[in-house]
């Protein structure tokens, strides 16, 4: 419920607020947000179910559906925390060509692509794995339909699918990350170019909100994607899993508003209307 209210109420004040819709960064966290709010829908309610009934079990096809929006709304996170990162770069490190280059369009093509690229991601992995047979065990040892998970209850021959997911993977984890990791580098050397404390105090501001949920998102998702397929573990994946499925879309909007001068703002303009509208 705070993941859910706490990513709705955001994404609900960006787009309420023509001001802060307008400023790319909020246009990506109104967009984090959202994809947040999905990539908890598509697995917490399931995981809670089962803990709480004596019959854990999901269809064939609900698996493949859970599978497939939870490939797509946790890739899209991983895309638009890298767009946020170039809005970042260029803000501090390009300040005059800024309104020129984050254009309004601009920022639709990087959501779109994000959106885009992710559920053809999910769609190709979907199919790869409604292919394959299970015939022995259907009991999958995880908290929710994974790929990892299901290649190792299936009977089929899974080592093409598995060597795709280590090569995919690093292209579509580490790109993104490569990305971040290139635009920090560049605003770290101009931050440190600032003569004044209080500038680099305030760049850095900036900054730490995305800092926190990229080390997070990225810490928990490497050590479940980047390792060798023989050296899986249910136990362990599982407990990575939930920092990266539950736990980040918990914390992302305390650590956006709780510091964040033009959220607050936002969300008292909001409760100004409410109130006026009450008293009529």
Excluded at 38 to 62: A, C, D, E, H, W
Excluded at 189 to 211: D, E, N
Aim: with cysteine; charged share 10%.
């Amino acid at each position: 419920m705070l993941s859910l209210l706490g990513n709705l109420l955001i994404f609900l004040l960006i787009h309420f607020d023509d001001h802060l819709l307008h400023i790319p960064m909020y246009f990506f966290l109104s967009h984090l947000s959202l994809a947040d709010t999905f990539f908890v829908s598509t697995t917490v309610p399931k995981i809670l179910s089962n803990l709480m009934s004596q019959t854990k079990t999901i269809s064939y096809r609900g698996c493949l559906a859970q599978m497939y929006f939870f490939l797509t709304f946790g890739n899209t996170d991983n895309f638009l925390l890298a767009c946020m990162a170039y809005d970042h770069y260029v803000a501090i490190c390009h300040p005059l060509h800024y309104t020129t280059v984050m254009s309004h369009k601009f920022c639709l093509f990087l959501v779109s692509g994000s959106w885009v690229l992710s559920s053809l991601h999910s769609l190709l992995y979907t199919l790869l794995i409604s292919h394959l047979s299970f015939c022995t065990s259907w009991e999958i040892p995880y908290l929710f339909c994974d790929i990892y998970p299901l290649l190792e209850i299936s009977c089929s021959d899974t080592r093409l699918i598995k060597i795709l997911a280590q090569m995919e993977g690093v292209v579509d984890i580490l790109g993104p990350f490569a990305l971040i990791v290139t635009s920090y580098a560049y605003i770290f050397y101009s931050v440190m170019k600032v003569p004044m404390a209080v500038g680099q105090r305030k760049a850095f501001s900036t900054c730490g909100s995305h800092l926190a949920i990229v080390v997070l998102f990225y810490g928990a998702i490497s050590c479940l994607c980047f390792q060798p397929a023989s050296a899986y573990s249910a136990q362990k994946g599982t407990f990575i899993s939930l920092l990266y499925a539950v736990l980040t879309p918990v914390l992302n909007p305390f650590i956006y508003s709780l510091r964040n001068h033009d959220i607050k703002a936002s969300m008292a303009r909001l409760l100004g209307k409410f109130r006026g509208v009450l008293r009529k």
